[in-house]
């Protein structure tokens, strides 16, 4: 793909192979203030979730004191009660939604990618911020046809509906991350193949497959996470039979008495998917939140 | 592939190396190209289905008068929504709710993001433990981070924010800390401080990224014509991260336009909150008012474009040198 020979060029390039080959070692330490300056802010931001954690151990009584009671004994009263509400349901729902949807966006997206990429398409990169430019309309807009024609057909609290939705709003992402990834396979190496005889089994295999397939991880992860946190659609399309994760968490917007450290176990149960692939895809999550713009 | 031209078809690999009728080569490149359109096709095709019909759809019903509850009065109406989107108080002070709010928690993000990005750019004990704990808010499903911001932080009773005044207060001695009720003295604040919380690691994560694709020989080569190290910053590294910050800055603005979460859980539109996104979600839902919520949906997409043109630009320039067309 990339017809920049010029070494100057590669070194500026945003993510050319010539960057990433002379990227800079980090700056040098220098003063002890920086280190502990950055582990401060890093504490900062992480207290709140630390917070969370350490409340949902709490009881009732001791999350709900001024200040807070962070040496208070612990004890999975807040997750018993969280349990008791019936959160199974809506969680099987999120999955059920997240991990469908997320094979379905690899089926439609890996096969797009590859005639964006290795055997690309006439107008490639306007058909490629086409994608782009769909996921730039607001949700919002397009919920109202959404819900009549879901009620027109009887899908309302579907979940195979919100499937579709779901595979719909991640294509875009999907399509731009693998592009991205498979455009790093050698085409060269590919041809080579083709002239020794190589079947196209054995060319996906032995060529395309050590590069597509981090891809394919990377484009999961970050489809999974954006389907396990959506609320508008599920909100607006399901009920009671279909109801999502997050829709579950609407009920605990209004204060019931003494509730925070079941809300904040509630929290912590829905967010540890998201959190363990987050964590998990560390390196990737730049790219596929900035749509494959940043590597 | 069906209408291929026999002539084309017909060939032998060997002839097909060799010389070719001008007709038979132009068919065969159609051919190709229709081939390799084909494992595009299906996604392209749901794409379009599942995106572009429905917003047809809205600017359709967005000229009628359209309401859940008298169907007997539905029928065109013509610019009637429209005229009401923008007379009433009540949508344009959700236009500038949502300005204020998208304003805000971008550049604060931002700044914030910077500030960080080069804090974590440098060399220090724990660096990737650091950078784990400060992508740690941005994973937190964000039903639950306003709702762990709503009940756990901001409350006014039992909060973190207010027991920690407390305590520096204590240590001072005083048993009278400034014990603000957020959520209804400051209700845009604490949506505010929510989101920001959230998407300062997103704008730390792109500027992270920009600030290691820094060449670090121009760096090295200044430090030794004698540079300082804000001369550096300033002509070197920020000229270097001005697109990471436009791109960190346009994609920020179409996520955080499109807000509801948070506004839906930590105020529920009260006190001046209610964004556009929340707005229609209460106009079609609480008001049954289709028409008037689909009028709303295509300003908001009208506004979504303006921001989104410059956007695909930037995406644009930053995959044009990718590309290195």
């Not at chain 1, 220098?30 to 802010?41: D, K, N, Y």
């Not at chain 1, 731009?176 to 005889?197: H, I, K, N, T, Y």
């Not at chain 1, 954006?226 to 009920?239: G, H, I």
């Not at chain 1, 912590?268 to 749509?291: T, W, Y």
């Amino acid at each position: 793909m990339s017809t920049h020979t010029n070494p100057a060029v590669a070194a500026t390039s945003f993510k050319g192979s010539g960057a990433r080959k002379k990227r800079r070692t980090p700056e040098d330490g220098g003063h002890p203030a920086w280190g502990i300056a950055a582990w401060a802010v890093g504490l900062l931001f992480a207290a709140p979730v630390l917070f969370m954690v350490l409340t949902s151990f709490h009881s009732e009584t001791d999350a709900a004191t001024n200040p807070p009671s962070v040496l208070a004994p612990l004890t999975l009263d807040g997750y018993r009660s969280f349990f008791a509400g019936q959160p199974w349901p809506p969680l099987i729902n999120s999955l059920t939604a997240s991990v469908v949807s997320t094979l379905l966006v690899l089926v439609l997206a890996v096969p797009a990618a590859y005639a964006l990429s290795i055997k690309p398409v006439q107008k490639w990169t306007d058909v490629l911020f086409f994608f782009l430019s769909t996921k730039f309309l607001p949700i919002v807009a397009g919920l109202l046809p959404l819900y009549l024609f879901a009620n027109s057909i009887g899908v309302l609290d579907n979940i195979t509906f919100l499937v579709l939705l779901y595979t719909s709003m991640n294509l875009p992402i999907a399509v731009w991350m693998m592009r991205s990834f498979l455009a790093e396979v050698p085409v060269e190496m590919m041809e080579a193949a083709q002239l020794d005889g190589a079947g196209l089994i054995t060319m996906l295999r032995s060529v395309v497959a050590p590069v597509a397939l981090p891809g394919i991880a990377a484009t999961s992860l970050i489809c999974f996470i954006f389907s396990w946190n959506e609320l508008l659609l599920a909100r607006t399309l399901t009920s009671t039979v279909a109801s999502t994760s997050p829709v579950f968490l609407t009920s605990f917007a209004t204060s019931q008495g003494l509730f925070l450290a079941q809300v904040c176990a509630a929290a912590v149960v829905i967010s540890l998917p998201v959190l363990a692939a987050g964590f998990a895809a560390q390196d990737k999550l730049v790219q596929g939140l900035s749509l494959g713009a940043v590597k | 592939m069906t209408t291929a031209t026999p002539a084309a078809s017909e060939l032998t690999p060997e002839q097909r190396t060799t010389y070719q009728a001008p007709q038979g080569q132009a068919a065969r490149d159609r051919r190709e190209a229709r081939r390799r359109r084909i494992p595009l096709l299906p996604a392209l095709v749901f794409t379009i289905a599942a995106t572009q019909l429905p917003f047809l759809a809205t600017i359709v019903i967005s000229f009628m008068d359209y309401r859940a509850l008298r169907p007997d009065q539905r029928g065109f109406t013509g610019f009637d929504n429209y005229v009401q989107v923008f007379t009433n108080p009540a949508i344009r002070g959700a236009v500038v709710t949502t300005i204020l709010l998208t304003a805000t928690v971008v550049i604060v993000s931002l700044v914030l993001g910077t500030a960080i990005a080069l804090l974590l750019d440098r060399r220090f004990i724990g660096r990737g433990a650091v950078r784990t704990m400060m992508i740690a808010p941005f994973l937190v499903v964000p039903v639950a981070a306003a709702l762990l911001w709503k009940h756990g932080i901001l409350n006014s009773g039992y909060g973190l924010l207010n027991g920690v005044l407390t305590w520096i207060w204590g240590i001072f001695g005083s048993d009278s800390p400034p014990q603000p009720a957020w959520l209804t003295d400051y209700p845009l604040l604490s949506i505010e401080l929510s989101l920001i919380w959230q998407w300062t690691p997103f704008m730390m994560l792109i500027l992270l990224a920009g600030l290691q694709s820094k060449p670090g020989d121009v760096v090295e080569a200044a430090r030794m014509d004698g540079a300082g190290s804000w001369q550096i910053f300033r002509y070197i590294t920020f000229p270097h991260l001005r697109r990471y910050l436009e791109l960190g800055g346009l994609l920020g603005s179409i996520y955080i336009v499109q807000a509801f979460d948070s506004v839906f859980i930590i105020t529920a539109g009260a006190l001046g909150t209610a964004n556009l996104p929340y707005t229609i979600y209460a106009t079609f839902f609480q008001q049954q008012n289709y028409g008037l919520a689909s009028a709303q949906g295509v300003v908001v997409v009208i506004g979504t474009i303006i921001i989104a043109t410059f956007a695909l630009r930037t995406v644009s320039s930053l995959f044009d040198e990718e590309t290195g067309r």
